[in-house]
């Protein structure tokens, strides 16, 4: 026996469909796999300035150390873990490769609800287009 | 307090050593679910368990003036007297912590025999913001959950992370859950009172909490998550087709395990008081017992000394001070006389 | 009685908190920190479970054998009646927001005087036995297996809580620990374990009516008693009807008010009061008493004793009920009369004062309504005529009983009465008033006078209240609608403010009120002469004349 199963009852069904919504909501829907970013292209497209595995993670990071650095120290050279020097510039050396915002940044970020404020100052690259 | 710590310390090691020694499925995939099982079904149990229990009697607390006359206003929140003003009081109180907003601190000064109450807000001010950061988190964590990610959770994160300080931006939520946690946790040490009352009960959630949101955090600034493989992982436990976890960082295991360990623990715990608040019969109810009559299912039948048996007990007295009598003495008599089988006296009175 | 030691040094000679942790301490039962046992013959005579002689401060309790088993069932019977007790005992955090709350806590300073703490002590054993985690964790999740020494502790903590729900205002949860201290206290009866100055009183109240024991002819001779000093007062003769059938209203106040001063006073007042507005109502001699110690036994024994009020305004034919100045007998009729014994008798209308017409809508279900209501009515139409100049030597603060406020929220009602029959009215600090007033300290049954330095210290925060305006606004008046106030408040005000007189607010009213046809007035209700007596206009012209 119940009592005052009217007020209940519709409580529990509401906080149990809103704890279980990860589940119920992705009946359906596709399986989901990693973002499929667009391939770089360019001249230094086999490799980034560090390894892909590190980007993936780090690249946040190392962008934020770049502007300091570029805008801040007037520093326009960056040595990578291998040595190899890069220019340290958005425009230039990243977007040289990964021209396809939409389809290479856009693509994980929205997936992952990230919204960098990169384009609030730079212009964003139109892509392949 | 101690066996707290150590209890959540090894939940932690073993989480996080066992993550790197193959075991990422058994605390990020099994753990995960049993635990969602256990938190659902056990906290469905518990509501069912209080539901199962009537309320006998209506005992809101009134916290303001009644309604009675009507030129006195009344406190239609702290003392309501509708379903509507109910409503009202329990949202107050679930959403702004009315009632911890009362709150006062006791000083007693002996030498200048003086006791002196201050309004004591910091309690209300930290349980506020560690309960909104909590559920801010919990939304923000749908976009592991959803594809395409909703609009609303884009302008959850905007919002927490406004001060676009740092890339990752720093989240507002994540510097005031850790301020609330402390604050949670530094009061029951220094304060004497608070610390005498506290149990490991007491400590263990928080220090749980303190691991799941220090896990967190350490993911998202330093120690750095693949989010979006993160991702897939997790979309493959809601879709119930397991991904790969190879390069997962094993930190993400252990923020699995507490979060786990926390919904495990959640049915059984004091936690319950997020169900609790809700079926308080002193905020719950309406202020208008004298009104409406509340029915207690297992209201018995009124057994009482009656006013016959009172009379019976008190005739002869009340009669000689002149009180009114249902039977009158001579009747008394003449029925005792007729039940003790001495014969009637007719005309006695004439 | 142990020798009372001076206000400065109970306020200095709080102990600290014990240096172990609350499980591993153990109450001392020693003379004036107890109430006496109820007796044996009282027990039988009202069918108490296992009535048997036994005191507190001897090792041996004399608990009938099967004891854990009483009390396991007991404790399972009212989980499975009470979804409070559940949803109380599972939902507290122990945020400690209470601690500071509780006049005995800060009376005393015993850590068990915290309402958490003192929850803790049934929380603990309903862990152990009624949850897995108690059973498989034990002491470190805070159960613990129930022992004599749990049962002592029971009994000593809850004969330490006036019931006065100050603490559930504050909790985040609602947690009411009156619920909690009656649960503990029906636990103990079950056992025999009950205290002679609750259960007195209930017998009395059983067989005559009220809690003193007044027999109904005593009643009147008091009544008439008192309707004496009212014709030295004021020259009128009242004849108030006593279980008279056919008036419209009957009027039901604790027996307090016709037992001792100042309740008598207040008790006048009333007379008073209904005689010059020409009231239709009738006392009962059967049903003499507002209060309720059955209240402070059991939700039964509440329920039994509280059947009379109904009983007799059905037997006696009266359409609404009119009650008096009280504490816990509104907590009764407000929250639980309408649920114990309702609905209430066909006879029976929605109350409407016959003088303004004002119908009390608020208590179309009880068919009862509290005088500070009715009298307030009155006042706000201008029906009353009334001298405040009389009450100018008073300058009075109001004391807000637990249960009018807290489980009724009757606050403004005597306050404006109050402002309108006495023209110096101080209020105490906002945090000890209203919701948030502190309690006599000895509610609930614990008026008793063995106890009489525990009630000190739980009056400590009231006293000091009380001390507070006296000292800062020469306040030499303390009001209040609490017979057990009219009672136990005295003590505290001579102890923790001396100086300071304690009364009914309905004595104020009577002293102000100019009734048709009355002498010129030159003394208060206690017979004491006013600083400004009445002119007596028609001795002045007398005078002229001759």
Redesign the interface.
């Known amino acids: 026996?119940?009592?005052?199963?009217k007020y209940?009852i519709p409580?529990?069904v509401v906080?149990?469909a809103a704890?279980?919504?990860?589940?119920w909501?992705?009946i359906g829907?596709p399986?989901?796999?990693?973002?499929d970013v667009a391939v770089p292209t360019g001249e230094d497209s086999k490799q980034c300035v560090e390894p892909k595995?590190w980007m993936?993670?780090?690249h946040?990071?190392l962008?934020?150390t770049w502007r300091d650095e570029a805008v801040r120290f007037d520093k326009r050279t960056y040595v990578a873990t291998d040595g190899k020097k890069w220019d340290i510039s958005l425009q230039n050396t990243c977007l040289g490769c990964h021209a396809n915002k939409v389809d290479f940044c856009d693509k994980?970020h929205?997936?992952?609800?990230?919204?960098?404020?990169c384009w609030n100052c730079h212009v964003a690259p139109k892509g392949n287009e | 307090m101690i066996v707290s710590f150590v209890a959540a310390l090894l939940i932690g090691l073993a989480a996080w050593t066992g993550s790197q020694a193959g075991l990422q499925y058994l605390f990020g995939m099994a753990l995960p679910l049993l635990a969602v099982v256990v938190f659902i079904g056990g906290m469905i149990w518990r509501v069912l368990y209080w539901a199962k229990s009537p309320v006998p009697f209506a005992i809101p607390t009134t916290g303001g003036q009644e309604r009675s006359l009507d030129w006195i206003k009344p406190a239609r929140l702290d003392t309501p007297m509708t379903k509507a003003g109910v409503v009202g009081r329990m949202l107050l109180e679930v959403l702004l912590f009315r009632s911890l907003f009362r709150n006062t601190t006791t000083r007693v000064d002996p030498q200048n025999m003086r006791i002196t109450y201050f309004s004591s807000k910091w309690l209300w001010l930290f349980a506020l913001l560690f309960h909104y950061c909590f559920l801010v988190t919990f939304i923000r964590h749908f976009r592991f959950f959803l594809e395409p990610v909703p609009v609303c959770l884009e302008w959850v994160e905007f919002f927490d992370g406004i001060l676009q300080v740092g890339v990752p931006t720093l989240f507002l939520s994540n510097v005031l859950i850790v301020c609330a946690l402390l604050f949670l946790f530094l009061r029951r040490i220094v304060n004497p009172k608070l610390r005498y009352i506290s149990m490991a009960n007491d400590y263990f959630p928080l220090f749980l909490i303190m691991g799941l949101v220090g896990t967190g955090i350490c993911m998202r600034y330093f120690d750095k998550l693949d989010v979006a493989q993160a991702k897939v992982f997790i979309m493959g436990i809601v879709h119930f087709s397991p991904q790969s976890v190879e390069g997962l960082n094993p930190l993400f295991f252990t923020h699995l395990t507490f979060l786990s360990v926390l919904l495990i623990i959640f049915p059984f715990s004091k936690l319950v008081h997020m169900g609790g608040v809700f079926l308080s019969p002193t905020r719950n109810l309406p202020c208008n017992t004298r009104q409406v009559r509340h029915v207690n299912p297992w209201n018995k039948p009124t057994v009482f000394h009656t006013y016959a048996e009172y009379e019976d007990d008190f005739r002869e007295p009340m009669a000689e001070a002149g009180l009114p009598l249902e039977i009158s003495l001579e009747e008394a008599q003449a029925h005792d006389n007729e039940k003790s089988g001495k014969p009637v006296e007719p005309a006695s009175a004439q | 009685m142990a020798k009372l030691p001076k206000p400065e040094e109970l306020m200095a000679g709080r102990p600290p908190f014990p240096a172990k942790g609350w499980m591993n301490t153990k109450p001392e039962f020693k003379a004036g920190n107890f109430c006496y046992p109820a007796k044996v013959e009282i027990m039988e005579g009202m069918h108490m479970p296992h009535p048997h002689e036994w005191r507190p401060d001897e090792e041996d309790w004399h608990l009938p054998e099967n004891w854990e088993e009483i009390i396991y069932n007991g404790l399972k019977e009212r989980l499975a009646k009470h979804r409070s007790l559940k949803v109380f005992l599972d939902s507290c955090v122990r945020c400690g927001a209470c601690a500071d709350k509780c006049h005995f806590f800060i009376g005393t300073n015993d850590p068990k005087n915290m309402p958490v703490l003192r929850a803790e002590l049934l929380r603990s054993v309903y862990r152990k036995d009624f949850t897995l985690v108690g059973k498989l964790l034990g002491k470190v999740v805070g159960a613990r297996k129930l022992d004599k020494n749990v049962i002592k502790e029971w009994f000593f903590y809850a004969y330490q809580c006036t019931e006065c729900r100050r603490c559930s205002l504050f909790c985040p949860y609602g947690i009411d620990t009156a619920e909690i201290t009656a649960i503990v206290r029906e636990l103990l009866y079950e056992l025999g374990l009950g205290i002679n100055w609750v259960m007195e009183p209930v017998s009395n109240c059983n067989r005559t009516g009220n809690h003193i024991g007044l027999q109904p002819h005593a009643l009147k001779d008091i009544i008439e008693f008192l309707c004496d000093d009212i014709e030295t007062i004021t020259g009128i003769r009242i004849n108030p009807p006593l279980n008279e059938k056919g008036h419209e209203v009957l009027f039901i106040t604790p027996s307090g008010d016709v037992f001792a001063d100042p309740g008598i006073y207040t008790f006048m007042g009333y007379l008073m009061l209904f005689h010059e507005i020409g009231l239709d109502y009738t006392l009962s001699t059967y049903a003499s008493e507002g209060g309720n110690f059955g209240s402070f036994v059991s939700f039964d024994m509440a329920k039994k004793l509280n059947a009379k009020m109904y009983a007799e305004a059905k037997r006696l034919g009266a359409k609404w009920i009119l009650g008096g100045e009280c504490g816990h007998m509104w907590r009764v009729v407000n929250q639980y009369m309408a649920t114990y014994n309702g609905p209430a008798p066909d006879n029976m209308i929605t109350p409407v004062s016959p003088i303004t017409g004002t119908v009390f809508k608020h208590a179309a279900a009880t068919k009862m309504i509290h005088i500070a209501e009715f009298t307030a009515d009155l006042i706000k139409h201008g029906k009353l005529n009334l001298k405040p100049e009389r009450n100018n030597h008073i300058i009075t603060t109001y004391h807000d009983s637990c249960n009018p406020a807290r489980a009724m929220g009757l606050l403004e009602e005597p306050r404006s009465i109050l402002r309108a029959v006495c023209n110096n009215f101080v209020e105490m600090p906002p945090n000890t008033i209203r919701e948030q007033t502190f309690c006599c300290g000895s509610g609930s049954g614990l008026n008793t006078e063995e106890i009489m330095e525990l009630r000190l210290r739980g009056g400590m925060p009231r006293g000091n209240a009380l001390r507070y305006v006296q000292q800062k606004n020469d306040v030499n008046w303390l009001t209040c609608i609490c017979a057990l106030d009219r009672a136990v408040l005295p003590t505290v005000a001579n102890y923790w403010a001396p100086g300071v007189t304690v009364s009914g607010l309905h004595e104020l009213v009577a002293n102000a009120l100019v009734m048709k046809g009355e002498i010129p007035r030159t003394m208060d209700l206690r017979q004491e002469d006013l600083p400004e007596p009445d002119v007596d206009e028609s001795a002045a012209s007398g005078e002229e004349d001759a």
């Open positions: 026996m119940l009592y005052n199963a209940i409580g529990l906080a149990v704890f279980t919504a990860p589940f909501l992705n829907t399986s989901y796999t990693y973002p595995e993936r993670t780090q946040m990071t962008l934020n994980c929205n997936s992952n609800n990230v919204q960098p404020y």
